[in-house]
């Protein structure tokens, strides 16, 4: 029967809860804001397959990619900003060569020339010198969009990248993840929190997640919520 994104989210891996990567927003230039924090991520190190991960980086470039605002568009496709919140990193459980190398090179014959920049925040040393190590096996044109940013600089780099509202809610964000054990609000990512939205910045939760348009679908949590029911075969 026909494999409904239900099927493909539930049977891998229940990414819908797992992989907390998502879209939250736009950048100034129009790009989509795609967003990730190591502390919300709940799934296992044998989850972390290479194909898991590369199918939920698929359904959410596709998905970002349909929001892309006019102007904003690279020589050979749609550009992408993605924002990395390094709390709760564990460098070498997870950034591992091998792994990297084989998402890099899928995603790359998939999505060529579509990353504009990658902003690292809260990183330790520990992530500075796991960098030092993997960036060798990334392309140097890759390796280079990749910018830690220091905590004296977060503040001005956030401002000039952002408009307002996406600007804030990475404040608040970055913020609210600093602190571990994380607290249920941010735990439960998917859900609307009771004073910071962790889901995403408004402009992209009112045009995205409250409307829901045809062609778009926002993290697969937000969708099915905590406990997808398990599909019946062959639907």
């Known amino acids: ?10 049977c891998p891996i229940h990414l819908s809860m797992h992989a907390p990567q998502r879209q939250v927003g736009h950048d100034k230039e129009g790009r989509p804001l ?18 898991s991960i590369i199918s939920f980086a698929q359904h959410i470039a596709e998905n970002a990619g349909r929001t892309n605002r006019q102007g904003a568009a690279g020589k050979e496709g749609k550009t992408f900003t993605l924002v990395v919140d390094c709390s709760g990193i564990q460098p070498k459980a ?15 014959l998939l999505y060529p020339s579509t990353v504009d920049s990658i902003l690292l925040f809260n990183y330790g040393p520990e992530v500075r010198n796991t960098w030092k190590e993997l960036k060798g096996y990334l392309d140097e044109e890759l390796a280079a969009k990749v910018k830690f940013v220091a905590v004296q600089n977060a503040s001005r780099t956030l401002t000039t990248k952002f408009p307002h509202d996406e600007g804030q809610w990475l404040r608040d964000e970055l913020a609210a993840n600093k602190t571990l054990p994380l607290s249920d609000d941010q735990i439960h990512f998917w859900a609307q929190g009771s004073e910071h939205d962790p889901r995403a910045a408004p402009p992209y939760v009112a045009a995205f997640i409250d ?25």
């Open 34 to 51: 795609l967003f990730i924090c190591f502390a919300q991520n709940s799934a296992t190190p044998a989850e972390h397959t290479v194909d």
């Open 211 to 235: 409307k829901r348009p045809a062609g778009h679908e926002p993290h697969p949590g937000i969708l099915y919520g905590e406990k997808p029911e398990k599909p019946v075969e062959g639907e």
């Open 94 to 108: 997870i950034l591992k060569p091998t792994m990297l190398v084989k998402v890099h090179q899928t995603m790359t």
């Open 1 to 10: 029967g026909q494999t409904t994104l239900h099927h493909f989210f539930y």
